[in-house]
């Protein structure tokens, strides 16, 4: 059994800073991408970043140059530095996860925190 558990979601002003931890429990043999996904009201679930087990990152055009995405591999966690946030960020978001259990991988998503951006 595998959990990703989110924490860091809430209530910023515009311009402000967030920051979302995912941490991955369970019988983990290693995990290859992570991600963080988003979804606002009436929209469909987009990707925000994501970062391979080597590092390597890609991120949504939108969110470029304001958020960092990063992972301790020794901790099994995924975090999500979001800075200058804008009203259009709000959403629930999602962490996501391909991990490996014995010689198969398989995808797991948390259960989601709400980031909203609202004066």
């Known amino acids: 059994q595998v959990q990703l558990v989110e924490s860091g979601g809430g209530l910023v002003q515009p311009g402000g800073s967030l920051r979302l931890s995912c941490a991955a429990s369970g019988s983990i043999f290693g995990i290859n991408r992570m991600g963080w996904y988003r979804q606002a009201p009436g929209k469909q679930r987009e990707l925000v970043a994501a970062?391979?087990?080597?590092?390597?990152?890609n991120y949504a055009d939108s969110v470029k140059g304001r958020f960092t995405i990063s992972r301790d591999n020794a901790k099994n966690t995924v975090y999500l530095q979001m800075n200058s946030l804008k009203p259009e960020d709000t959403a629930a978001y999602y962490c996501?996860?391909?991990?490996?259990?014995?010689?198969?991988?398989?995808?797991?998503w948390g259960q989601g925190t709400q980031v909203t951006v609202s004066s």
């Open positions: 996501n996860a391909d991990v490996l259990l014995g010689l198969r991988s398989y995808d797991y």
């Open positions: 970062i391979t087990s080597g590092g390597s990152t």
